[in-house]
């Protein structure tokens, strides 16, 4: 069933990325800037403010309409990845040549889709694939809408106490279709990405419309949702404020995995960063499982309860997103390049520095929000917020639930603008 | 990579590590215990036992879907090398698993001793308190509020309005083994078969059967009283009726508490204990939202009238500590349906 889903998701997202990639790299100036975060706030929106937001239409929802919805929230949440690909190798097909094409062949819709296919270059193959990965492995949303999935059945074996060798047999079928899937990836030639091509603004509406349409589905109505039932529950939380450990263990975990990966993904030749980003795309309740086999062998059992198989699995998991991420800030312009030159500390802020610190606070966010591998590895003292918010959301919708979702929610966005603004104010005083 | 940014990121390594060994200095000592009592409720107990002991205390608890079971297996994995020095468990089959494994370390304390004999080990392996019943959830809008019938509810053999937790965890695999104790192996399985080609909406726990019958979405089910009390709080229009096997008799599951055999703190874990089976700790517990039934002497009026309105339910309970071999053959038996 998560093979079905998982190519239905993939299928979605790629048929949105062409599009989008191209619209997205004709943006100019603060349109710009929108168009990005529109695109990547539903990546960015942890699962579990989703899952609760929309738990009682899940649940009343006859099963057919939670597949529906199940479906719907993941190709929307994950065709940012496909057109973040689709942005760095974009279709070596210009405009023009599809416009000649269209013209002189006169194809039908399925010679079309054929060219469209064929032209598009490694892009969408990697964007699929990707897209796909990440589907098939998640866990997290069909665990709270009670949907039959792999990651669902392993999950629960595995803390049901089955024994180790045994989940990992289990999980043996899908490792071999993500092994299959990875190794496609791996035989391809390694992609030089490509310089943002210069493309003439484009004024059409539909992308905006799409764009804000998926951020307020998936993003803005669930923040909007649990901050109205949040504010019955405020002066309860304030008063008996109970998650300030796990967010300050929460915000460490992702702390030192975000630079880790980041440090690793910025020093990493690129030759490697295919074997660098495969532990991660195996999902997180694979890594997690074979790390913590790892951590119960005997060389290594001494770190068996400490943080570092966690901040290993964060770490693992967070390469494949720093990896493009890195791709994405280190695309040659010539702006860079003069900026490169230049001592102007404004400039270098602008061009250099604002990438790389934006990065690292999408990789602190991504590794902050994440569940699953921190339910399996976390040692005992050091839960994670989302881990312990996760259990609690099985009780239904409650006001005081709310309002410790949100504080989870905002309080990390606010360290991370809190550390950009410094960041900011100590390179323009060099 | 230029050498500040390798710097600044090697200390920023070493600082979030600074911090990593103050958290770790605060847990070194910390007395560690598993709890599988839902968290929003055992949070509040044992940070007034930290406050008025002075003993820091270190939890890990489980997932509301696989409630219990986890941390007993969990404890059986680690019987080489126990990390857990008091169990907190919220039912009693997996307490009965790990007496029989010989993990658990005999304690007869000031609490052992107010609970009654039925709800305890002979020889202080571990001892029962507050307890829950298993229970009918029905929505009241769809069924009114006559107990009902679940087998025969519906037209046909039609149970998709019906909703059950996964039996392989939590109380639920207690009512099945319950079932299997007085039905016998063959009739659950047929029972279990039945319910299941009706279309039964089976679900991860009691917290979600009671949010399905909540909202609707399915007319009865089977869940506790605890998760039907959250209901019943949230305005919700639900009844509950207790569930009654075979002679009537209800389904009254304790909570549990245990030393683990090997603990290293165990003179705080004796604390812990007594503090747990406390006349206090009952009460505080039967005043909670999860209205738990004390199963020792309490004063009945420092009860709540639900409270004290459900107190006969456990007097009829189902003896659950004959349990041990059933549960055994009926959780083989359910792994073995539920394997992927």
Redesign the interface.
């Known amino acids: 069933m998560a093979l079905g889903r998982a190519l239905i998701v993939a299928g979605l997202a790629i048929a949105l990325a062409g599009g989008l990639a191209a619209w997205l790299g004709a943006q100019r100036g603060r349109a710009e800037k929108w168009a990005w975060v529109l695109l990547l706030a539903p990546l960015f929106t942890p699962p579990l403010l989703i899952s609760y937001a929309y ?2 239409v899940a ?3 006859p099963p057919w309409g939670r597949e529906l919805l199940y479906l719907a929230v993941l190709a929307l949440k994950l065709a940012p990845v496909a057109v973040l690909v689709a942005t760095l190798l974009p279709s070596p097909l210009s405009a023009a040549a599809r416009h000649l094409y269209r013209e002189q062949a006169r194809p039908n819709t399925g010679q079309l889709l054929l060219f469209h296919l064929r032209g598009a270059g490694e892009g969408l193959r990697l964007g699929a694939a990707l897209v796909f990965l990440v589907a098939f492995a998640d866990f997290e949303l069909a ?1 709270l809408w ?1 949907l039959r999935s ?1 990651t669902v ?2 999950f ?2 595995q ?3 089955l024994a180790l060798g045994d989940t990992l047999r ?1 999980a043996a079928l899908p490792l071999f279709v993500e092994i299959g899937v990875l190794t496609l990836l791996a035989r391809r030639r390694p992609a030089a990405v490509k310089a943002p091509p210069v493309l003439a603004p484009d004024r059409r509406h539909a992308p905006w419309i799409y764009l804000g349409a998926v951020s307020l589905v998936v993003t803005v109505l669930p923040l909007v949702l649990i901050a109205g039932q949040a504010a019955a529950g405020l002066r309860s939380l304030t008063e008996h404020f ?1 998650l300030g450990r796990e967010i300050g ?1 929460s915000m ?1 975990f992702a ?2 995995a975000a ?2 990966a ?2 690793l993904a ?2 990493a030749p690129l030759r490697f960063a295919r074997t660098l980003a495969a532990p991660g795309l195996l999902g997180a309740l694979v890594l997690a499982l074979v790390v913590l086999a790892l951590f119960q062998t005997p060389p290594l059992r001494w770190a068996y ?3 570092l198989p966690l901040v290993l699995a964060l770490t693992a998991l967070l390469l494949p997103p720093a990896l493009l991420l890195r791709a994405l800030w280190q695309r040659r312009s010539p702006a860079l390049h003069l900026a490169m030159q230049s001592a102007h500390p404004q400039l270098r802020w602008h061009l250099h520095t604002r990438p790389r610190a934006l990065a690292l606070g999408l990789l602190f966010g991504w590794a902050y929000f994440e569940f699953t591998a921190s ?1 399996i590895l976390a040692p ?4 994670p917020v989302f881990s ?1 918010l ?3 959301a ?3 919708q ?1 006001a005081v639930l709310s309002a410790m979702l949100l504080a989870a929610f905002v309080v990390p966005i606010l360290a991370v603008l809190l550390a950009g603004g410094v960041a900011r104010f100590s390179t323009s005083r060099r | 990579m230029p050498r500040r940014t390798v710097i600044a990121v090697l200390a920023a390594l070493g600082l979030l590590f600074v911090f990593f060994l103050i958290i770790r200095h605060e847990t070194a000592g910390a007395l560690v215990v598993y709890c599988a009592h839902d968290s929003i409720y055992a949070d509040e107990i044992l940070k007034e036992f930290e406050k008025r002991t002075g003993i820091p205390v270190s939890v890990r608890y489980d997932t509301e879907a696989t409630k219990s079971l986890g941390l007993t297996e969990l404890i059986i994995r680690e019987k080489d090398a126990p990390r857990c020095d008091v169990f907190w468990n919220n039912e009693l089959l997996g307490m009965l698993d790990l007496q029989e494994r010989r993990l658990l370390q005999p304690y007869r304390g000031s609490g052992y001793a107010r609970i009654p004999a039925s709800f305890k080990a002979a020889d202080g392996s571990w001892t029962g308190f507050a307890a829950r019943a298993r229970v009918i959830i029905a929505n009241t809008t769809k069924i009114g509020t006559t107990p009902p019938n679940l087998d025969s509810l519906l037209p046909g053999s039609d149970r998709s309005q019906i909703a059950l937790a996964k039996p392989l965890y939590g109380t639920t695999l207690t009512h099945y083994t319950v079932l299997w104790q007085l039905w016998g192996a063959e009739r659950v399985k047929a029972w279990h078969r039945e319910w299941h080609e009706g279309g039964i909406r089976e679900v991860n726990g009691n917290a979600a059967v009671k949010d399905l019958v909540a909202e609707g979405a399915c007319v009865a089910g089977y869940t506790d009283t605890d998760d039907f009390f959250a209901a019943k709080d949230a305005g919700k229009p639900v009844a509950m009726h207790p569930v009654r096997v075979d002679g009537g008799k209800t389904i009254a599951i304790p909570n549990t508490v245990a030393i683990i055999r090997g603990a290293r703190r165990e003179l705080q874990a004796q604390a812990l204990v007594d503090f747990l089976l406390s006349e206090e700790t009952e009460i505080a517990l039967a005043r909670s939202k999860a209205r738990q039934i004390p199963l020792g002497d309490v004063p009945e009026r420092r009860l709540p009238a639900e409270v004290r309105e459900m107190r006969p339910w456990v007097r009829e309970g189902v003896d659950l500590t004959t349990l041990g071999a059933a549960r055994a053959e009926c959780l083989a038996w359910l792994k073995s349906q539920y394997a992927p």
């Open positions: 738990a009682r649940i009343t929802a665990s009670s792999w059945t392993i629960d074996a803390v049901g106490g289990l109970v263990v460490l702390a030192a630079i880790c980041q440090a910025s020093l309860d400490t943080p339910s005992i003292g050091f839960t312990r996760h259990n609690l099985h009780y239904g409650t």
